[in-house]
């Protein structure tokens, strides 16, 4: 049999259409929570994220995160330890939704150690929050658990 042009051309078309219905199947089969469910409220609450942001900018250094043998090491240095506020600790991973992480860090610890079992090795956003008379403070910090 001799191909001419238009065997060609259907040839073509059905390399084509079958490449777009893989791409468009595999493209339904994919995670894509990289934006959180509140994502409205949240802009339009960037106004009060930049003041706490700008609020909490002295206390960037006193938040330390490690990565140790079996876990993850949350430290605060003494002035956010001693302060007799609760913090919350939140284990943002974009990538995946379900492996984020919330824990509450009672008044008067200086830090507190996350257990590897909990934590996907990969990267992480760390927020730390707290309020206090003045308003709310939060220190956030890219983080990679290895």
Same mark, same amino acid.
């Given at each position: 049999m001799k191909? +001419?042009?238009?065997? *060609?051309?259907? @040839?073509? &078309?059905?390399?084509?259409?079958?490449?777009?219905i893989s791409f468009v199947v595999f493209s339904l089969g994919e995670n894509n929570d990289l934006v959180t469910k509140d994502y409205y409220r949240q802009g339009a609450e960037y106004s009060l994220k930049m003041e706490t942001d700008k609020r909490s900018a002295v206390y960037?250094?006193?938040?330390?995160?490690? +990565?140790?043998?079996? *876990?993850?090491? @949350?430290? &605060?240095?003494?002035?956010?330890?001693?302060?007799?506020?609760?913090?919350?600790?939140?284990?943002?991973?974009?990538?995946?939704?379900?492996?984020?992480?919330?824990l509450l860090v009672p008044s008067g610890q200086d830090g507190i150690f996350i257990d590897g079992d909990r934590l996907v090795k990969g990267r992480y956003n760390v927020s730390v929050s707290w309020g206090k008379d003045e308003g709310k403070y939060m220190v956030s910090k890219d983080f990679v658990v290895r």
């Open positions: 191909l +001419n042009w238009g065997h *060609g051309i259907l @040839v073509f &078309f059905v390399i084509f259409f079958t490449w777009i960037k250094d006193s938040i330390s995160i490690q +990565n140790e043998n079996t *876990g993850v090491k @949350v430290l &605060f240095a003494a002035s956010l330890a001693t302060d007799g506020v609760e913090k919350q600790i939140y284990f943002y991973r974009a990538s995946d939704k379900k492996h984020d992480v919330t």
